[in-house]
């Protein structure tokens, strides 16, 4: 992912080429870039370190103003955070993912929140420890719902314009089976309060939920502390707040110490960067599962004890370290056997076929040329996001993203589709669907930055590059060896899914023959690192046939396959056998039954 840190260590390495570009009139004297001020006049007033630890520190003598690379490019530009992101994104070359179509954040709601002073709400806050100051800070109020003035409204606003987007809110008492009552305007996934963070702020706080917010900033972090807006069980907000998130260099994660907590920090910290992303728990006391826990003991504890400062200051990465224990290798183990097991699941896109796509593995597709490899691809990139609810990043050196889409919206409609049907489909993938727009040439560093910010910002968990030979040359085998491995490693760190597309060669035999694990084009290295090989062969033989017989083909004819699925490596299950597909043209899609393309299909089963 492209966070604050990766940022500033690209402009670092090509601080002089920044320093050129923000401020023309200075010039370099000793170790520093030297100039008159943000103005950029001709002067000695203002300088920015070009080497060593404090590379890109500046300072201005004449006001005193100082900050980091990422400062002082704001200040120039007289930009904010977001607005100076992206312009220095733009910059260094970042990123080449691009979205569908920016998410819409709703109008204001209409909501009538009242004071809370004298009212049960604040006596029921005051209760959980909680004072005045603290209340005010994050806009606490009550709300009138349902018959009762009893729920506390939390206001979640826009970050970058501080515009209300949705009240949310909790009753003081359970309901008759004991369960909070949650009440809420529209939803719009976003942190709550972050109206006190500022742009000077580089490390940030969040936590599970509200009330933990406040107990936490109570017991004064030296940091902005931020909200979940739905507890662990929604991650939406990262994408929606993921240009804010950038900002800061590190994140503490504080989520109850129990199993969900524990597992939504860890995919926040997957989310948001290992590297940047540090778990807080809080003191290990009898009765205490939460933040808000604490706070009402105070009385009773030790300094350290009720300082979130403290608790902040011991927090750990998730970061893999070079050696480890056994222990700590369980949660991998655990990620293998669950990969295992989803095989016993119908989940590919041919049900009759044994094979998965399963996290956290490279499957190599191959085939000859026109063998239909990228609409298998389509197809089962879109069943992925239909049946088994995954996002996916596309990225083709050989087609345009606009023709991808295309291809995926006949397969739903067929040859009959109109301009209302392709609004439809670009509604449908808009939140599954992200696209590469690729380097030329290819960058492979990029190429994995490009995988962590799709992976980071949408929730991405399955990637397809079509094609190898386009993103390293087919003859130079020494790096097609090193991509292949590369990417094998990177899947398995990200525990996603990757296919990647790799065309066969035609040997001595023609194309009438299948072709397997040595039929690969390029390097023999490819194929050993993958767990899976696939390919797809195209039955020339019945194209040939049909052509012969002119509108008639007899039903020998149409019965032979149009196509094989050939599996010839599957590292789990050991499954290596081939299987026979009927290709339908109206909608450019494989089917592992029959299908006669001269009678009509209306009402069949949908793709999505």
Not at 243 to 251: A, G, S, V
Not at 407 to 436: H, S
Request: aromatic share 10%.
């Amino acid at each position: 992912m492209i966070n604050a840190i990766d940022l500033k260590n690209r402009l670092h390495g090509q601080i002089e080429a920044v320093l050129l570009h923000l401020l023309p009139n200075g010039k370099k004297m000793g170790k520093e870039w030297k100039v008159g001020g943000l103005s950029g006049e001709p002067g000695e007033s203002l300088g920015v370190v070009l080497t060593g630890a404090k590379i890109g520190v500046w300072k201005d003598f004449a006001t005193d103003e100082t900050g980091d690379i990422l400062d002082l490019w704001k200040a120039v530009r007289d930009l904010g955070f977001r607005e100076m992101f992206d312009e220095a994104c733009r910059f260094v070359g970042l990123t080449n993912v691009e979205p569908m179509r920016k998410k819409e954040k709703p109008p204001t709601p209409e909501v009538a929140k009242l004071p809370m002073r004298g009212s049960r709400v604040h006596e029921y806050l005051q209760g959980r420890g909680l004072g005045d100051q603290v209340l005010i800070k994050y806009r606490v109020r009550t709300l009138h719902h349902a018959g009762s003035p009893d729920w506390i409204a939390w206001s979640l606003h826009d970050w970058e314009d501080d515009r209300l987007l949705e009240v949310k809110a909790t009753h003081i008492d359970l309901n008759e089976k004991h369960k909070k009552q949650i009440w809420s305007t529209p939803p719009y996934h976003t942190l709550f309060g972050w109206w006190t963070v500022k742009d000077t702020d580089r490390a940030v706080c969040i936590t599970e939920g509200e009330i933990d917010c406040l107990s936490v900033d109570q017991m004064m972090p030296g940091i902005p502390v931020l909200s979940m807006p739905s507890g662990v069980s929604n991650l939406e907000w990262i994408e929606n707040d993921y240009d804010r998130l950038n900002m800061f260099e590190r994140i503490y994660v504080l989520t109850d110490s129990d199993k969900p907590g524990e597992e939504c920090a860890q995919k926040i910290a997957h989310r948001l960067g290992l590297a940047r992303t540090y778990r807080v728990k809080i003191p290990n006391l009898a009765g205490c599962k939460d933040a808000n826990d604490i706070l009402m003991r105070a009385a009773d504890l030790e300094e350290n004890e009720i300082n979130a400062a403290y608790w902040i200051n011991e927090a750990q990465t998730y970061a893999p370290e070079t050696i480890r224990e056994a222990k700590s290798l369980a949660r991998a183990m655990k990620n293998i056997l669950a990969r295992q097991n989803s095989n016993e699941k119908a989940t590919f896109v041919f049900p009759s076929i044994n094979f998965n796509i399963r996290d956290g593995e490279t499957t190599i597709l191959s085939g000859y040329p026109f063998g239909g490899k990228s609409n298998l691809l389509y197809q089962i990139l879109l069943h992925e996001m239909e049946h088994n609810d995954e996002r996916v990043l596309v990225g083709s050196y050989e087609i345009n993203s606009e023709e991808i889409a295309f291809e995926m919206a006949r397969m739903r409609y067929g040859k009959g589709m109109t301009p209302e049907n392709i609004d439809q489909v670009c509604e449908w993938l808009n939140d599954r669907c992200f696209f590469l727009t690729p380097d030329d040439p290819v960058s492979i560093d990029d190429l994995w930055r490009d995988m962590d910010y799709a992976a980071a910002r949408y929730g991405c968990t399955r990637f397809a590059f079509d094609s190898l030979h386009f993103i390293v040359p087919k003859d130079e085998y020494v790096f097609q060896d090193d991509f292949v491995r590369k990417l094998h490693r990177k899947t398995k760190s990200m525990d996603v899914a990757t296919i990647l597309i790799a065309h066969a060669g035609i040997k001595s035999k023609g194309v009438d023959r299948i072709p397997g694990l040595g039929d690969v084009g390029g390097s023999d290295g490819v194929v050993k690192p993958v767990d899976n090989g696939i390919t797809m062969w195209r039955n020339f033989e019945k194209k040939q046939a049909i052509d012969e017989a002119g509108g008639s083909p007899s039903d020998s004819i149409l019965n032979m396959p149009d196509a094989v699925f050939s599996i010839w490596k599957q590292r789990v299950t050991g499954v290596e056998r081939n299987y026979n597909l009927w290709f339908d043209p109206e909608r450019k899609l494989f089917r592992d039954t029959f299908h006669n393309p001269m009678k009509s299909e209306t009402g069949q089963k949908e793709i999505f």
